[in-house]
Protein backbone atom coordinates (compact mmCIF):
# COMPACT_ATOMS: atom_id res chain seq x y z
CA UNK A 1 0.00 0.00 0.00
CA UNK A 2 1.22 3.73 -0.58
CA UNK A 3 0.72 6.72 0.61
CA UNK A 4 1.93 10.16 1.07
CA UNK A 5 2.46 11.21 4.81
CA UNK A 6 2.61 15.38 4.63
CA UNK A 7 5.47 15.72 1.42
CA UNK A 8 6.93 11.84 2.65
CA UNK A 9 6.04 9.18 0.34
CA UNK A 10 5.41 5.72 2.79
CA UNK A 11 5.03 2.45 1.48
CA UNK A 12 3.11 -0.21 3.67
CA UNK A 13 4.63 -3.84 3.65
CA UNK A 14 2.21 -6.05 4.86
CA UNK A 15 3.09 -9.85 3.93
CA UNK A 16 6.20 -11.80 4.14
CA UNK A 17 6.63 -12.06 0.27
CA UNK A 18 6.57 -8.15 -0.35
CA UNK A 19 8.73 -7.94 2.99
CA UNK A 20 11.15 -10.37 1.23
CA UNK A 21 11.01 -8.17 -1.64
CA UNK A 22 11.70 -4.54 0.22
CA UNK A 23 14.23 -6.18 2.38
CA UNK A 24 16.26 -8.33 -0.01
CA UNK A 25 15.43 -8.66 -3.71
CA UNK A 26 15.60 -4.62 -3.77
CA UNK A 27 17.66 -4.02 -0.35
CA UNK A 28 20.46 -1.78 -1.96
CA UNK A 29 17.13 0.69 -2.98
CA UNK A 30 15.77 0.77 0.49
CA UNK A 31 18.68 0.33 2.42
CA UNK A 32 18.75 4.06 3.90
CA UNK A 33 16.32 5.38 6.55
CA UNK A 34 14.41 8.84 6.05
CA UNK A 35 15.87 11.77 8.63
CA UNK A 36 13.35 13.00 10.96
CA UNK A 37 14.04 16.38 12.88
CA UNK A 38 14.78 14.17 16.26
CA UNK A 39 17.22 11.97 14.88
CA UNK A 40 19.23 15.06 13.59
CA UNK A 41 19.10 16.37 17.59
CA UNK A 42 19.51 13.17 18.81
CA UNK A 43 21.84 11.01 17.26
CA UNK A 44 24.29 13.83 16.19
CA UNK A 45 22.82 14.06 12.90
CA UNK A 46 22.25 10.22 12.10
CA UNK A 47 26.43 9.67 12.70
CA UNK A 48 25.74 6.06 14.87
CA UNK A 49 25.33 2.85 14.10
CA UNK A 50 22.93 1.37 16.39
CA UNK A 51 24.36 -2.04 17.81
CA UNK A 52 25.90 -3.19 20.96
CA UNK A 53 27.72 -6.13 21.99
CA UNK A 54 27.59 -8.87 24.46
CA UNK A 55 30.03 -8.97 27.23
CA UNK A 56 31.21 -11.02 30.37
CA UNK A 57 29.62 -8.48 32.67
CA UNK A 58 25.96 -10.48 32.50
CA UNK A 59 26.91 -13.16 35.03
CA UNK A 60 27.84 -11.36 38.33
CA UNK A 61 24.90 -8.75 37.28
CA UNK A 62 22.08 -11.45 36.94
CA UNK A 63 23.74 -13.34 40.14
CA UNK A 64 22.51 -10.14 42.17
CA UNK A 65 19.55 -9.30 40.65
CA UNK A 66 18.60 -13.44 41.74
CA UNK A 67 19.82 -12.51 45.56
CA UNK A 68 17.89 -9.76 45.55
CA UNK A 69 14.97 -11.51 44.13
CA UNK A 70 15.97 -14.21 46.75
CA UNK A 71 15.17 -11.71 49.41
CA UNK A 72 11.68 -10.58 48.27
CA UNK A 73 10.61 -13.98 47.89
CA UNK A 74 11.33 -14.52 51.69
CA UNK A 75 9.35 -11.44 52.23
CA UNK A 76 6.64 -12.45 49.97
CA UNK A 77 6.94 -8.84 48.28
CA UNK A 78 6.43 -7.82 45.27
CA UNK A 79 8.97 -6.75 43.01
CA UNK A 80 8.76 -4.41 39.85
CA UNK A 81 9.96 -6.88 37.43
CA UNK A 82 10.01 -4.01 34.70
CA UNK A 83 12.03 -1.63 36.60
CA UNK A 84 14.32 -4.56 37.85
CA UNK A 85 15.25 -5.96 34.55
CA UNK A 86 15.82 -2.42 33.14
CA UNK A 87 17.84 -1.66 36.17
CA UNK A 88 19.94 -5.19 35.46
CA UNK A 89 20.50 -4.07 31.59
CA UNK A 90 21.49 -1.11 32.35
CA UNK A 91 24.12 -1.81 34.32
CA UNK A 92 25.41 -4.45 32.04
CA UNK A 93 25.39 -1.79 29.23
CA UNK A 94 27.30 0.82 31.07
CA UNK A 95 30.02 -1.95 31.89
CA UNK A 96 30.32 -2.91 28.44
CA UNK A 97 29.96 0.44 27.09
CA UNK A 98 31.42 2.89 29.24
CA UNK A 99 33.70 0.66 31.63
CA UNK A 100 31.48 1.49 34.57
CA UNK A 101 28.34 0.48 36.62
CA UNK A 102 25.81 3.70 36.64
CA UNK A 103 27.48 6.96 37.73
CA UNK A 104 25.79 9.15 40.80
CA UNK A 105 26.85 12.32 38.80
CA UNK A 106 24.00 11.88 36.43
CA UNK A 107 21.16 9.89 35.15
CA UNK A 108 22.06 8.94 31.76
CA UNK A 109 19.05 6.69 31.67
CA UNK A 110 16.00 9.03 33.04
CA UNK A 111 17.50 11.41 30.17
CA UNK A 112 17.69 8.52 27.47
CA UNK A 113 13.97 7.87 28.37
CA UNK A 114 13.34 11.35 27.54
CA UNK A 115 15.04 10.88 24.29
CA UNK A 116 13.27 7.77 23.52
CA UNK A 117 9.73 9.37 24.36
CA UNK A 118 10.63 12.42 21.73
CA UNK A 119 11.56 10.34 19.43
CA UNK A 120 8.36 8.50 18.76
CA UNK A 121 6.14 11.77 19.21
CA UNK A 122 4.72 12.66 15.80
CA UNK A 123 6.36 15.73 14.43
CA UNK A 124 4.09 17.23 11.52
CA UNK A 125 7.59 18.71 11.07
CA UNK A 126 9.01 15.68 9.54
CA UNK A 127 6.60 15.74 6.90
CA UNK A 128 5.77 19.21 6.16
CA UNK A 129 8.98 20.65 6.80
CA UNK A 130 7.25 24.67 5.78
CA UNK A 131 6.10 25.45 9.82
CA UNK A 132 9.58 23.82 11.04
CA UNK A 133 11.01 27.24 12.00
CA UNK A 134 8.24 28.04 14.29
CA UNK A 135 8.22 24.96 16.30
CA UNK A 136 4.66 25.12 16.96
CA UNK A 137 4.61 21.39 18.75
CA UNK A 138 8.11 23.10 21.26
CA UNK A 139 9.51 19.50 20.18
CA UNK A 140 12.79 21.58 18.68
CA UNK A 141 13.11 23.33 22.32
CA UNK A 142 12.82 20.01 23.49
CA UNK A 143 15.31 18.04 20.95
CA UNK A 144 17.51 20.96 21.69
CA UNK A 145 17.19 20.65 25.72
CA UNK A 146 17.84 16.61 25.50
CA UNK A 147 20.26 16.86 22.83
CA UNK A 148 22.37 19.41 25.26
CA UNK A 149 21.84 17.18 28.05
CA UNK A 150 23.05 13.72 26.57
CA UNK A 151 26.14 15.58 24.81
CA UNK A 152 27.49 17.33 28.22
CA UNK A 153 27.18 13.38 30.35
CA UNK A 154 28.97 11.61 26.77
CA UNK A 155 32.00 14.59 26.89
CA UNK A 156 32.76 14.17 30.70
CA UNK A 157 32.45 10.26 29.62
CA UNK A 158 35.11 10.67 26.58
CA UNK A 159 37.19 13.41 28.35
CA UNK A 160 37.36 11.12 31.62
CA UNK A 161 38.56 7.98 29.06
CA UNK A 162 41.38 9.81 27.07
CA UNK A 163 43.00 11.10 30.90
CA UNK A 164 42.88 7.38 31.84
CA UNK A 165 44.92 6.93 28.78
CA UNK A 166 46.91 9.32 28.51
CA UNK A 167 48.22 8.69 31.81
CA UNK A 168 49.09 4.75 30.59
CA UNK A 169 46.77 3.52 33.81
CA UNK A 170 45.40 -0.09 33.88
CA UNK A 171 41.51 -0.25 33.58
CA UNK A 172 38.77 -2.23 31.86
CA UNK A 173 38.82 -1.71 28.03
CA UNK A 174 35.81 -0.79 26.82
CA UNK A 175 34.03 0.50 23.65
CA UNK A 176 35.08 4.24 24.62
CA UNK A 177 38.80 2.88 24.11
CA UNK A 178 38.24 1.02 21.59
CA UNK A 179 36.63 3.85 19.44
CA UNK A 180 39.38 6.61 21.06
CA UNK A 181 42.14 3.94 19.23
CA UNK A 182 40.63 4.15 15.86
CA UNK A 183 39.46 8.22 16.45
CA UNK A 184 43.06 8.49 16.83
CA UNK A 185 44.28 6.42 13.92
CA UNK A 186 41.79 8.18 11.82
CA UNK A 187 43.43 11.38 12.29
CA UNK A 188 46.49 10.07 11.27
CA UNK A 189 44.67 9.03 7.55
CA UNK A 190 45.02 10.64 4.21
CA UNK A 191 42.30 12.96 2.72
CA UNK A 192 41.63 10.15 0.20
CA UNK A 193 40.03 8.39 3.38
CA UNK A 194 38.78 10.98 5.66
CA UNK A 195 35.25 9.81 4.65
CA UNK A 196 35.86 6.40 6.64
CA UNK A 197 37.02 8.31 9.45
CA UNK A 198 36.54 8.42 13.18
CA UNK A 199 35.35 11.68 14.84
CA UNK A 200 34.13 12.72 18.34
CA UNK A 201 30.57 13.16 17.22
CA UNK A 202 30.71 9.25 15.35
CA UNK A 203 31.60 8.11 19.23
CA UNK A 204 28.98 10.02 20.65
CA UNK A 205 26.22 8.82 18.37
CA UNK A 206 27.42 5.34 18.23
CA UNK A 207 27.52 5.32 21.96
CA UNK A 208 24.60 6.41 22.42
CA UNK A 209 23.00 3.99 19.63
CA UNK A 210 24.20 0.97 21.98
CA UNK A 211 22.76 2.52 25.19
CA UNK A 212 19.47 2.93 24.00
CA UNK A 213 19.66 -0.41 21.67
CA UNK A 214 20.63 -2.06 24.68
CA UNK A 215 18.90 -1.13 27.37
CA UNK A 216 15.03 0.21 26.30
CA UNK A 217 14.64 -2.55 23.40
CA UNK A 218 16.56 -5.82 25.67
CA UNK A 219 14.36 -4.75 29.02
CA UNK A 220 10.97 -4.64 26.79
CA UNK A 221 11.01 -7.82 25.06
CA UNK A 222 12.44 -9.46 28.55
CA UNK A 223 9.39 -7.51 30.01
CA UNK A 224 6.84 -8.71 27.68
CA UNK A 225 8.51 -12.63 27.42
CA UNK A 226 7.48 -12.51 31.23
CA UNK A 227 4.40 -11.00 30.72
CA UNK A 228 3.05 -13.62 28.65
CA UNK A 229 4.92 -16.41 31.00
CA UNK A 230 2.93 -15.36 33.98
CA UNK A 231 -0.11 -15.13 31.84
CA UNK A 232 0.24 -18.59 30.68
CA UNK A 233 1.47 -21.21 33.89
CA UNK A 234 1.13 -24.13 31.62
CA UNK A 235 3.93 -22.80 29.81
CA UNK A 236 5.97 -21.85 32.86
CA UNK A 237 5.46 -25.10 33.29
CA UNK A 238 6.50 -26.50 30.58
CA UNK A 239 9.34 -24.30 30.31
CA UNK A 240 10.73 -25.13 33.94
CA UNK A 241 10.48 -28.58 33.43
CA UNK A 242 12.79 -28.45 30.20
CA UNK A 243 15.57 -26.49 31.85
CA UNK A 244 15.72 -28.35 35.08
CA UNK A 245 15.97 -31.27 32.14
CA UNK A 246 18.77 -29.90 30.75
CA UNK A 247 21.04 -28.19 33.33
CA UNK A 248 20.59 -30.45 36.29
CA UNK A 249 21.64 -29.56 39.48
CA UNK A 250 23.32 -26.51 37.60
CA UNK A 251 21.67 -23.19 39.36
CA UNK A 252 23.03 -20.86 36.67
CA UNK A 253 22.13 -20.67 32.89
CA UNK A 254 25.00 -20.35 31.02
CA UNK A 255 25.45 -19.06 27.14
CA UNK A 256 26.31 -22.76 26.06
CA UNK A 257 22.68 -24.04 27.29
CA UNK A 258 20.70 -22.07 24.95
CA UNK A 259 20.83 -24.29 21.44
CA UNK A 260 19.45 -27.17 23.75
CA UNK A 261 16.95 -25.13 25.23
CA UNK A 262 13.98 -25.75 22.46
CA UNK A 263 10.92 -24.73 24.13
CA UNK A 264 12.77 -21.58 25.65
CA UNK A 265 13.42 -20.43 21.87
CA UNK A 266 10.09 -21.07 20.85
CA UNK A 267 8.76 -18.81 24.00
CA UNK A 268 11.09 -16.21 22.64
CA UNK A 269 10.03 -16.05 19.11
CA UNK A 270 6.39 -16.26 20.24
CA UNK A 271 6.55 -13.07 22.56
CA UNK A 272 8.18 -10.79 19.50
CA UNK A 273 5.26 -12.07 17.27
CA UNK A 274 2.73 -10.89 19.32
CA UNK A 275 4.36 -7.94 21.54
CA UNK A 276 7.68 -6.58 18.18
CA UNK A 277 9.99 -4.39 19.98
CA UNK A 278 10.03 -1.78 17.56
CA UNK A 279 6.27 0.06 16.99
CA UNK A 280 6.22 0.18 13.45
CA UNK A 281 7.02 -3.83 13.17
CA UNK A 282 3.22 -5.03 12.69
CA UNK A 283 2.54 -7.89 15.13
CA UNK A 284 2.75 -11.01 12.96
CA UNK A 285 -1.12 -12.12 13.43
CA UNK A 286 -1.92 -13.37 9.66
CA UNK A 287 -3.84 -16.36 9.80
CA UNK A 288 -2.81 -17.39 6.62
CA UNK A 289 0.75 -17.90 8.04
CA UNK A 290 0.36 -18.44 11.88
CA UNK A 291 -3.30 -20.54 11.28
CA UNK A 292 -6.50 -19.47 13.12
CA UNK A 293 -5.54 -19.00 16.77
CA UNK A 294 -2.91 -16.23 15.86
CA UNK A 295 -4.31 -14.07 18.69
CA UNK A 296 -3.24 -16.48 20.97
CA UNK A 297 -0.02 -16.94 22.82
CA UNK A 298 1.20 -20.39 22.20
CA UNK A 299 4.54 -21.52 21.64
CA UNK A 300 3.95 -24.91 20.09
CA UNK A 301 3.26 -23.74 16.99
CA UNK A 302 7.36 -23.45 16.20
CA UNK A 303 7.62 -26.99 16.95
CA UNK A 304 8.66 -28.66 13.66
CA UNK A 305 9.32 -24.81 12.36
CA UNK A 306 12.38 -23.58 10.52
CA UNK A 307 11.46 -20.12 11.06
CA UNK A 308 14.35 -18.04 13.00
CA UNK A 309 14.33 -14.93 13.79
CA UNK A 310 17.41 -13.57 11.90
CA UNK A 311 15.86 -11.74 8.90
CA UNK A 312 15.58 -14.75 7.14
CA UNK A 313 12.21 -16.08 7.15
CA UNK A 314 10.21 -13.10 6.21
CA UNK A 315 7.14 -14.08 8.31
CA UNK A 316 8.83 -13.16 11.97
CA UNK A 317 11.62 -10.06 11.44
CA UNK A 318 11.70 -8.84 14.90
CA UNK A 319 15.10 -7.54 14.40
CA UNK A 320 14.80 -6.66 10.46
CA UNK A 321 16.67 -7.73 7.00
CA UNK A 322 18.73 -7.16 4.58
CA UNK A 323 21.28 -4.38 5.08
CA UNK A 324 19.49 -2.60 7.92
CA UNK A 325 18.81 -5.91 10.12
CA UNK A 326 19.43 -4.80 13.47
CA UNK A 327 23.16 -5.43 14.56
CA UNK A 328 23.00 -6.19 17.44
CA UNK A 329 20.59 -8.95 16.74
CA UNK A 330 22.80 -11.56 18.28
CA UNK A 331 23.77 -9.77 21.72
CA UNK A 332 19.92 -8.78 22.32
CA UNK A 333 19.06 -12.51 21.85
CA UNK A 334 21.31 -13.59 23.86
CA UNK A 335 20.68 -11.24 26.90
CA UNK A 336 16.61 -12.11 26.41
CA UNK A 337 17.13 -15.65 26.38
CA UNK A 338 19.96 -15.93 29.48
CA UNK A 339 17.36 -13.53 31.83
CA UNK A 340 14.03 -15.15 31.01
CA UNK A 341 15.60 -18.70 31.59
CA UNK A 342 17.39 -17.62 34.69
CA UNK A 343 14.23 -15.96 36.29
CA UNK A 344 12.17 -19.19 35.38
CA UNK A 345 14.80 -21.66 36.56
CA UNK A 346 15.12 -19.85 39.95
CA UNK A 347 11.66 -19.12 40.69
CA UNK A 348 7.74 -19.48 40.31
CA UNK A 349 5.82 -16.31 39.67
CA UNK A 350 2.19 -15.13 41.41
CA UNK A 351 0.76 -11.80 40.34
CA UNK A 352 -0.36 -9.89 43.97
CA UNK A 353 -3.23 -9.60 45.02
CA UNK A 354 -4.82 -12.79 43.81
CA UNK A 355 -4.85 -11.44 40.87
CA UNK A 356 -5.98 -13.72 37.97
CA UNK A 357 -3.44 -13.90 34.96
CA UNK A 358 -6.62 -13.32 32.87
CA UNK A 359 -7.25 -9.69 34.67
CA UNK A 360 -3.47 -8.65 33.88
CA UNK A 361 -3.36 -5.35 32.18
CA UNK A 362 -1.65 -6.13 28.51
CA UNK A 363 -1.41 -2.15 27.16
CA UNK A 364 1.62 -0.79 25.75
CA UNK A 365 2.63 2.68 25.15
CA UNK A 366 3.86 4.12 21.96
CA UNK A 367 7.42 5.59 21.58
CA UNK A 368 10.65 4.25 19.89
CA UNK A 369 9.84 1.33 21.20
CA UNK A 370 6.37 -0.43 22.40
CA UNK A 371 6.61 -1.05 25.96
CA UNK A 372 4.16 -2.34 28.42
CA UNK A 373 1.74 0.96 29.61
CA UNK A 374 2.02 -0.29 32.95
CA UNK A 375 5.24 -2.15 34.94
CA UNK A 376 4.45 -5.66 35.45
CA UNK A 377 4.64 -6.16 39.33
CA UNK A 378 4.77 -9.82 40.60
CA UNK A 379 5.93 -12.33 43.83
CA UNK A 380 8.79 -13.98 43.07
CA UNK A 381 8.88 -17.96 45.05
CA UNK A 382 11.86 -19.08 45.52
CA UNK A 383 11.71 -23.04 44.12
CA UNK A 384 14.26 -24.21 46.16
CA UNK A 385 11.89 -23.24 49.31
CA UNK A 386 9.16 -24.52 47.74
CA UNK A 387 10.97 -28.11 46.93
CA UNK A 388 12.12 -28.24 51.21
CA UNK A 389 8.72 -27.62 51.97
Given at each position: MSLRLGFVPTIVVSSPKAAEMFLKTHNTVFASRPKSQGSQYLAYGTKGLAFTEYGPYWRN????LVEEMKEAAERREVVDVSERVESLIEDMTYKMILGQSKDDRFDLKCIIKEAVTLTGVFNIADYVPFPRALDLQGLTRCFKATSKAIDEILEIIIDE????????????K????????????SSNTTQD???????????????LDMVVGSIDTSSTAIEW??????RHPRVMKRLHQELTTILGASPMVEEKDLATLEYLDMVVKETLRLHPVGPLLIPRRNCD????NVEEFFPERFIGSNIDLRGHHFELIPFGSGRRICPGMNSGL?????VVAQLVLTFDWELPNGMSPKDLDMREIFRLTAPRAQHLLAIPIYRANMVEK
Open positions: EMGRHQDVNRNDQKHYDFIDAALSLMNKHVSNSMDRENIKAIVTLTEIIVWSDLNIKL
